[in-house]
């Protein structure tokens, strides 16, 4: 499997964002991005200019919108006619994402626990949810230095309860670029997983579908199980059983993220209620790690923790390998 790091949460002049797409495309390639989602609040008139600039630039993108309404933001990719955010009530959610994903659009969560009212129109999460093997994703981590805030640490518990429920949600991270970074704070990266050499938009699309991602402020976390010949990676479903899961933590990442002073201490295998299954020291970034585990329950993650702007925080942490009783 092959790691790209990538932002699926992106704005331009089209909406509310400081850059033009040229703009925003010469801004994902300084930070060393392999693609891009294009998510203008309730627009797609930048899709063709943002497509272009990229191509010739050598960044994939996948064209989306935010889809803005009263009770909370969504992402949608893939699809061009997403109307019907005006009239749309807290309880009719279930039937937009059902019409949304049959006609093939890639559907996440936005920021679920940013604040509303005043501070943003309808940012806050007041949909009601009956159907959330409707969504393909959820957006764990959004906007500068998130594990320093409650509202992603809230999602990141809402999403885990989700998963508890059977739900395979795929975790993402999204700056929700609007304007030049901040180089005092830290920026997660989602990193998708592509079997493919390049990163294709389709790649990174069917990454998102298939649940392989892997979110960092620093380095990228993946892990495998194995048990005799048989492996299984981020995404996948194995049967419950005694496996032996490979972590592995390698260094590299994009550039913004090199100056950050980052201290890894441990790496955790978490699974259902966020229970911690194992944990074991790390002292520096790199890290080949394996343990046996005898699995029962329905999900594990990778997590990576230490200190992050001199605060013990969440660094890493990647989407799950699911588990079922066949
Ligand atoms: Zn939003
Ligand atoms: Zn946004």
Request: proline share 5%.
């Amino acid at each position: 499997m092959n790691w790209f790091p990538v932002e699926l949460h992106c704005h331009t002049k089209h909406s509310d964002g400081d850059f033009s797409p040229a703009e925003l495309i010469e801004q994902a390639k300084i930070f060393g991005l392999k693609g891009i989602a294009l998510t203008d609040h309730n627009t797609v008139a930048g899709w063709e200019e943002t497509c272009s600039c990229a191509e010739k630039a050598g960044i994939c993108v996948l064209p989306g919108v935010e889809w803005t309404t009263y009770f909370g933001h969504m992402l949608v990719l893939q699809q061009k006619d997403c109307g019907g955010w005006m009239d749309l009530q807290p309880d009719r959610i279930d039937a937009a994402t059902a019409d949304l994903r049959a006609r093939g659009g890639t559907i996440g969560a936005a920021h679920p626990f940013e604040p509303g009212n005043p501070v943003g129109t309808g940012c806050h999460w007041d949909f009601s949810v009956r159907h959330w093997e409707n969504f393909h994703y959820y957006e764990v981590m959004n906007g500068e230095n998130p594990m320093e805030k409650v509202r992603n640490r809230k999602s990141l518990l809402a999403w885990t309860s989700l998963l508890d429920h059977g739900y395979r949600l795929t975790p993402t991270s999204g700056i929700d670029w609007h304007s030049q970074l901040n180089k005092e704070f830290s920026y997660a990266c989602t990193y998708v997983g592509v079997p493919e050499k390049d990163c294709t938009a389709q790649g990174m699309n069917h990454a998102i579908l298939s649940g392989r991602t892997s979110l960092t402020m620093g380095p990228l976390l993946t892990m495998e199980v194995c048990r005799e010949s048989q492996c299984g990676g981020i995404g996948d479903v194995c049967p419950n059983g005694r496996y032996t899961f490979l972590l592995h933590l390698d260094p590299r990442r994009a550039e913004h993220w090199r100056h950050l002073d980052l201290q890894p201490r441990e790496v955790r295998l978490v699974t259902n209620g966020g229970r911690v299954l194992f944990q074991s020291p790390c002292g520096e970034c790199k890290l080949e790690s394996s343990v046996m585990l005898d699995v029962q329950t329905s999900w594990c993650r990778a997590e990576l923790w230490g200190v992050v702007r001199d605060r013990e925080s969440l660094i890493a942490m990647t989407a799950p390998i699911y588990f079922s009783q066949t």
